[in-house]
């Protein structure tokens, strides 16, 4: 039997390859459901899903514009370096004007419209001028089309610039505005109840007693559904046992995807996975082959037979993470937000992977049978200029006290990945690193 795979009793424990793959087939088939949606001010829409898709209201740019300070003019005529009559200006704002006379340039402003007539406009940097005539600097030559942004050339009007799905930033709200839109018609995002167990969680608040330690992964979770596109909903914290489970599972099914942190070990007190089946869930796996974060359980929660209500999710899937916070993390990362992205309407799910060269003095070792992801720091160095080909950010691993060391966890910005078939990376090696 190779390390890792079960026994015949219990069930058999996918490679992250496997695991990942299941719920890459799990997101795909969320993402065609229907979802419910809202309308948000442009303002508010950073971090949303498109849920209409984003269509030209007119030409963009709507009329040919000028990119640089200069002289519109006509390619040829300038490139023959004759001193051409001024009959004009435009600046930014103004209305196309023109026509440009024969032997004639329009000086203009970057923005401007381009006066009809011209083909072309001379960088003011190039140009000499005497009174009220100008003349392109000899040897340099104008091209038809320099310096000039055609009318429709980034888009025609009705043309989708972006689909059903977008994930909306600083850019896609400047589309947006550039386009009329002062409101847009976004996915409802999933909320998102956050569960965490044990008795050994006090809140933020409050003192620790002896053996006690603070609840951190509940504001970690959220910050991270809140990152993943979701409406984080952090439950009171559950006790480890029967009773205390069953009722905050029953609170938790209000909500449209569950995560759950702790008590899904094999120790005594590790109740979550019978509580879920009681509650009548049905698991897709009960353990993943990686480290840290094994334990991992992803399921879903049976939905209600009345006819769902138009701002409902159809699925309620959960996800049950160990409780270290080095392991919720990962396990959110790599297989809670792809789902939570896809719910969400998202088509951009992730997880996200990069390749990065080991640094040196940091090798890392692998673990028979398990996929290894280890917090670590990449240096994003400037990779602009020449002699860049086959240059590649360092990463250098974080020293790490065990999957519990949150210290480690917040001064990474990225895991080193260590696949499950490696014995040891060493200092040079190209290695792939997981994003967050
Ligand atoms: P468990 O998965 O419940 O066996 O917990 C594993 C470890 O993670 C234990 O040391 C717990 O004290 C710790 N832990 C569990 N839940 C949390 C939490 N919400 N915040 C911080 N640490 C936790
Ligand atoms: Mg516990």
């Known amino acids: 039997m190779s390390p890792g795979s079960s026994s015949a009793s219990s069930p058999i424990v996918p490679s992250y390859q496997e695991a990942a793959a299941l719920v890459g087939k799990y997101a795909a088939r969320i993402s065609g459901e229907p979802r419910p949606t809202e309308r948000v001010e442009l303002g508010c829409a950073s971090g ?20 640089r300070d200069g002289f519109a003019c006509r390619a040829a005529e300038a490139s023959k370096h004759r001193f051409l009559n001024l009959v004009g200006s435009s600046r930014a704002g103004e209305a196309p004007a023109g026509p440009l006379p024969e032997g004639a340039a329009w000086e203009i402003m970057t923005g401007a419209p381009v006066p009809a007539g011209a083909d072309a406009v001379a960088m003011i940097e190039h140009v000499e001028t005497s009174g009220k005539q100008v003349r392109l600097l000899p040897p340099r030559k104008l091209k038809a089309g320099e310096n000039i ?6 888009a025609r009007e009705g043309d989708e610039l972006l689909p059903v799905g977008a994930a909306i930033h600083a850019a896609q709200i400047a589309l947006a505005a550039s386009c009329g ?45 809140a990152a993943a596109e979701g409406e ?37 007190f590790d109740l979550v996975e019978p509580a879920l089946a009681r509650a009548g869930a049905r698991f897709h796996f009960t353990g993943v082959r990686i480290q840290p974060g094994k334990p991992l359980v ?10 769902i209500a138009q701002n409902e999710y159809r ?6 993470h160990p409780g270290n916070p080095v392991s919720t993390a990962v396990t959110f990362l790599l297989f809670a937000a792809p789902v939570l992205r896809a719910l969400a309407g998202s088509t951009d799910q992730g997880p996200r992977f990069a390749l990065a060269k ?30 860049i080909a086959g240059k590649y950010p360092e990463v250098a691993l974080v020293p790490m006290q065990g999957s519990g060391d949150l210290v480690s966890l917040a001064r990474s910005n990225c895991f080193l990945v260590v696949p499950e078939d490696a014995k040891s990376l060493e200092a040079g090696a190209v290695v792939p690193i997981l994003l967050y």
């Open 232 to 268: 984080p909903w952090i439950l009171p914290t559950a006790h480890d046992n029967a009773d205390a489970l069953d009722e905050a599972l029953a609170q938790a099914s209000q909500a449209d995807m569950l995560l759950i942190s702790g008590g899904v070990s094999a120790g005594k």
């Open 315 to 320: 699925t309620k899937c959960l996800f049950g």
């Open 149 to 154: 942004v055609d009318q429709g050339a980034q």
């Open 181 to 225: 839109f002062a409101t847009l018609k976004v996915f409802r995002r999933p909320r998102v109840a956050i569960l965490t167990t044990g008795d050994e969680l006090v809140p933020v608040e409050s003192t620790p007693g002896p053996g006690q330690i603070r609840n951190s992964n509940a504001p970690m979770l959220a910050a991270l559904v």
């Open 298 to 307: 992803f399921g879903e929660l049976p939905i209600r037979e009345t006819p």
């Open 48 to 67: 949303r899903v498109l849920a209409r898709a984003l269509y030209a209201d007119r030409d963009q740019p709507p009329f040919a514009r000028s990119t």
């Open 358 to 387: 080991l640094a040196a003095g940091t090798d890392a070792h692998g673990k028979p049978g398990l996929t290894r992801f280890l917090p670590a720091t990449c240096t994003f160095i400037a990779t602009t200029g020449s002699g």
